[in-house]
């Protein structure tokens, strides 16, 4: 009986536990607490004597009878004076065994580590000794065991680190401090505020360096009593500080000298009796995760494979290898590289030398006493390659890399013949893409909200076109709902004989407005108007009739608009659907989701079905009250034909960024799949509850299947408000584009006049077409598409800047050299190609003009790769576990998740951690645009500013390029003509892949 009061008293307090982990005030936590106090009374009239409260259970602490005092722990003052002293007189104690040496003796238990792998709780990988050794410690002295991680559990973070926890195979703690504090949580002292201290003092000591931290050391540790950082016994504060400790005294003969204090603490922590050991474990733990596999991937690093990598990467492939072999106690460091600010001192810059030095200096010094023995370590590791001439130590520590120049001309020369060129298409597959732009209502005039989502759609269907995917271009139009109840009532009043006379509605937008305000002035129109909605639903003949009148007549209004974009859709509205919209919500009912007074569907007041979803506030309406169906069914149903029916591997939708949420509901997001999404790992509680899609079952592997929303800002007038006319109506988008035509049209003119063009009249119509259109499309394309921004004429118009204007005059200026060498002296690409006449690159702007080209070929080869589901790399959302057990977006505040309290339900992050988001940082001026890189960044994304950021910057190389060297009267005309003949073609391409026309002459 007693066992049994004991087992309630434990389950009891850890009921109490979780409430309180979960924010339950004290209140309604008042009868838990009651019913734990009887259960105590219960026992004690029992057995006679008080409940000896588990170390496990929590609850409000029981006063306990005076305990006499523990031994201590730690080493004595005296111990540490005798520590201090024998310290001065004795060597320092020896650096632990090498990794090799490790492995070696390690390599006989090899199957032993893998089956213990398997069966541990605890598993750790750890590239590192020290992060392994601190680690180690942490869990010894709480208790637990841990086995190494034979493989990197999420090998695609580059900012994961050397050293990640695997808890329960399924939850990752990510950096050694974070995996440290893991075990100062579950051995339940994350409420001793001296250990937690100690702790983040220990962090912080570490961080700044070996020589710091044992100046720190003897400050504290000559100012506190007890042996240890927290007191008189061993904490994790010990397991972070003393490996660190004592790796610096390893480093430096004469610092035991100079630190008597940190010296003896160090000696005492390792002499624990439960740390026993761990240094030689934890030497063993990295040699079997090195065996085990790599973290990183690919072929070898020598390899110059610039089509399969981008040229950025192929670089950084050989300075990553190089800081491995260099400084292999730092395990997988990624090296940060960059372009030359200056093309007189290279062409690339790696930076990690500065970096990795305070690193190196951490962990004992690593040999180095400087960033500049750093960088000299990095290039003398550097793997042979035929991209790289010569490379030079500069500044603080940096690498300067220039590229061989026979690389550089052989790039040029391929552009100049071939152009750039679709890639071989990833495993030899071709996805099947859905892209859902445009998306205009019928009975209603495409106004400027609807340029953004048909011009970005667009431009993503064409470069995943170009890269050799089968893209199905839907226009999910509006086409479909009880709006036509009223349009079909007010055609057969406006337009009795309707069906032998059909109307020629030009003006649409007036049209609806005349049934709107009959609908809202008549009770009479509005009850007629309701029952057609019943008599179209149902199939009757006239509405049917009416209905698709209005369709035809809206699409061929909807035409206009394409054709002035050159955009081409294939209608799929939401009529297409609605049939199919019992089967969907069917199949949610096999999956368990329409149960009643269940988590998942039920039915509300008012009799709408609704969909209620883990980490939402508010449902997806599948049923309204009145049986019929809204946008939720149409998009679920939609969803479900386009992954199962057609088997699109990628489903894109491009919409206003306000739609955000309500797809993240559709599709498989939670607000917690926000987090394990953008970190690239997956959620450790499988059956929480996902997005609509995911919950179906739809979406079963992450890897083969995409749905993806993007989200566009406002387009805004003058007044920082929606653009709309002096009259306050909505622009209509064809009357906004053939304006800019007619501005342009007036430009080209005066210049026809003033003789500066030759353009006949024909030719000045088709210029100023391609001009007008391509500069509002490119105005728009060129912002971030989640921004707004104010439309305006002048500022698309003008010839000068980041315009299609200046785009289009430096291309004819292009065009306009290439057809005076041909016309005039005879001079034609095919032939100097055909003769093979080399490209020499001796001025700077020529070369800088061909360091911007010389990636273009074969420029989407990497870009396809992302495909298989990698989110956005370029990063700015921090996330971090605040002191409540919460992770939230230091950017936007929105609590992603909630955890509770020492539980380690989810990832934790107690380093700052950069992930992916909707806010990219913004990039340095330096930055790399290769074509490759650019349009691999794009695919990942799905900015198309940033194609727009590199044909801008390559035509301002251009512009550079033929200011400082004469071309047609020069030495070098022959070269500088293949380099004309380069440029042209990559600048045609991406404006292909925008969707402009590219002019050859104005």
């Known amino acids: 009986m007693a066992e049994e009061l004991k087992a309630s008293i434990v389950a009891q307090g850890e009921k109490i536990r979780v409430l309180k982990g979960q924010g339950v005030d004290k209140t309604a936590l008042a009868p838990e607490v009651a019913s734990l106090t009887q259960l105590k009374k219960d026992f004690k009239a029992l057995t006679g ?142 409420g001793d505020a001296a250990a937690e201290s100690a702790t983040a003092w220990a962090q912080a000591q570490v961080q700044g360096g070996g020589g710091a931290l044992l100046a720190a050391l003897e400050a504290r540790l000559g100012s506190q009593e007890g042996g240890f950082l927290a007191g008189s016994a061993a904490s994790v504060a010990d397991a972070i500080a003393a490996p660190a400790a004592q790796a610096a005294l390893s480093a430096d003969a004469a610092a035991a000298a100079a630190h008597p204090r940190a010296a003896a603490y160090a000696a005492a922590v390792a002499a624990l009796p439960q740390l026993a050991g761990v240094a030689e474990q934890a030497a063993a733990l990295v040699a079997a995760c090195r065996g085990g596999g790599s973290s990183g991937g690919g072929g070898g690093a020598g390899s110059a494979d610039v089509a399969g990598q981008g040229l950025l990467g192929s670089i950084r492939g050989l300075f990553t290898a190089a800081i491995s072999k260099a400084f292999p106690e730092l395990g997988h460091v990624e090296a940060a590289l960059g372009k030359c600010a200056q093309y007189k001192h290279g062409d690339f810059q790696c930076n990690s030398p500065m970096s990795l030095y305070p690193l190196l200096k951490a962990r004992g010094g690593g040999g180095v006493a400087k960033p500049h023995d750093v960088a000299r370590a990095i290039i003398a590791a550097l793997p042979p390659s035929p991209l790289v001439e010569s490379t030079s130590v500069a500044g603080p520590g940096f690498i300067n890399v220039r590229l061989r120049p026979t690389f550089i001309s052989d790039a040029v020369r391929a552009l100049a013949r071939d152009g750039p060129a679709p890639p071989p298409l990833p495993a030899n597959r071709k996805l099947k ?198 946008y939720d069914s149409t998009d679920m149903t939609a969803v479900d034909y386009r992954l199962n029916t057609l088997g699109c591997d990628w489903v894109i939708y491009v919409t206003d960024a306000g739609q955000r949420s309500h797809f993240d509901m559709v599709f498989e997001r939670s607000h917690f799949d926000m987090v394990f999404e953008l970190l690239g790992v997956d959620d450790p509680v499988a059956d929480r509850d996902r997005g609509a899609a995911k919950a179906c079952g739809w979406l079963q592997d992450a890897s083969a299947q995409r749905l993806e929303h993007v989200g566009f800002g406002v387009v805004q007038g003058e007044d920082g408000k929606r653009f709309k006319s002096r009259s306050g109506d909505t622009v209509r988008l064809v009357d906004l584009l053939d304006e800019a035509v007619k501005r342009m049209h007036a430009t080209l003119v005066e210049r026809v006049a003033s003789g500066k063009s030759p353009l006949s009249p024909e030719k000045v119509d088709e210029a100023a077409a391609a001009i007008g259109y391509g500069a509002v499309k490119y105005f728009d394309l060129r912002q971030h598409p989640a921004t707004n921004y104010v439309f305006s004429y002048d500022r698309m118009l003008d010839t000068r800047g980041n315009t ?121 001026k330096h930055a790399s645009l290769d074509f490759t890189d650019v349009v691999q960044d794009f695919l990942r994304d799905l900015l198309p500013n940033r194609l727009c950021e590199y044909l801008y910057q390559l035509s301002t190389r251009f512009t550079d390029f033929v200011t400082n060297c004469h071309v047609l009267h020069s030495a070098e005309r022959d070269s500088r003509l293949l380099l004309c003949e380069a440029t042209g073609a990559v600048m045609r391409k991406v404006m292909e892949l925008l969707g402009l026309t590219p002019l050859y002459q104005i």
Not at 86 to 92: E, G, I, L, V
Request: glycine share 6%; charged share 20%; hydrophobic share 40%.
């Open 804 to 924: 299609a204007v200046y785009l289009q005059f430096a291309h004819a200026r292009l065009c306009s050299i290439l057809r005076k060498a041909a016309d005039e002296q005879g001079a034609r690409v095919p032939d100097l190609l055909a003769s093979g006449v080399p490209i020499t690159l001796a001025h700077d702007a020529e070369r800088a003009l061909a360091f911007e080209l010389m990636q273009a070929r074969g420029a989407v080869a990497n870009a396809c790769r992302p495909l298989t589901i990698e989110h956005n790399s370029r990063a700015c959302v921090v996330l971090r576990l605040d002191d409540t057990g919460a992770q939230r977006s230091a950017r936007s505040g929105v609590e992603l998740t909630r955890l509770q309290p020492r539980k380690l339900q989810c990832v934790y992050f107690t380093d700052v951690v950069e992930a992916a988001s909707a806010h990219p940082q913004p990039r340095d």
């Open 49 to 190: 004597s008080d409940y000896d409260q588990a170390p496990s259970a929590v609850g409000k602490k029981e006063k306990q009878p005076p305990q006499p005092k523990p031994a201590r722990e730690g080493p004595s003052k005296k111990q540490l004076k005798k520590a201090s002293k024998a310290a001065k007189s004795q060597s320092p104690e020896p650096p632990a065994a090498p990794a090799a040496a490790a492995a070696a003796a390690a390599a006989p238990a090899a199957g032993a580590a893998a089956a213990a792998a398997a069966n541990c709780d605890l598993c750790l990988y750890a590239e590192d000794a020290l992060a392994a050794q601190q680690v180690l410690m942490a869990a010894a002295l709480a208790g637990a065991a841990v086995a190494p991680a034979l493989s990197h559990p999420a090998p695609h973070l580059t900012f994961a680190g050397s050293c990640v926890l695997v808890v329960k195979k399924s939850e990752l703690v990510f950096g050694t401090s974070a995996a440290c504090r893991y075990f100062m949580y579950t051995a339940d002292a994350a």
């Open 433 to 630: 893409i859905a892209v859902d732009f445009s998306s205009p209502n019928i009975a209603k005039e495409m106004h400027v909200g609807h340029l953004r989502s048909t011009i970005i759609g667009d431009t993503i269907c064409r470069i995943l076109e170009f890269a050799g995917h089968a893209v199905l271009r839907v226009n999910h139009v509006g086409d479909w709902g009880t709006q036509f109840g009223m349009l079909i009532n007010h055609m057969k009043t406006a337009y009795p004989d309707f069906l032998t006379h059909p109307p020629n509605l030009t003006d649409l937008t007036t049209f609806y407005k005349g049934a709107k305000q009959a609908f809202d002035e008549s009770e009479e129109f509005k009850d007629v108007s309701r029952k057609t909605v019943v008599k179209l639903q149902s199939g009757d003949a006239e509405c049917l009739q009416v209905w698709k009148l209005l369709c035809e007549i809206s699409r061929g209004e909807f035409q206009k608009v394409y054709d002035r974009l050159g955009v081409r859709l294939e209608e799929c509205g939401e009529s297409f659907y609605n049939k199919m919209i019992p089967g969907t919500l069917d199949k949610m009912e096999a999956k368990g989701l329409l149960k009643m007074n269940e988590k998942g569907l039920l039915k509300v007041e008012g009799g709408a079905t609704v969909c209620m979803l883990d980490g939402f506030t508010y449902p997806l309406i599948v049923r309204k009250s009145d049986g019929g169906y809204g």
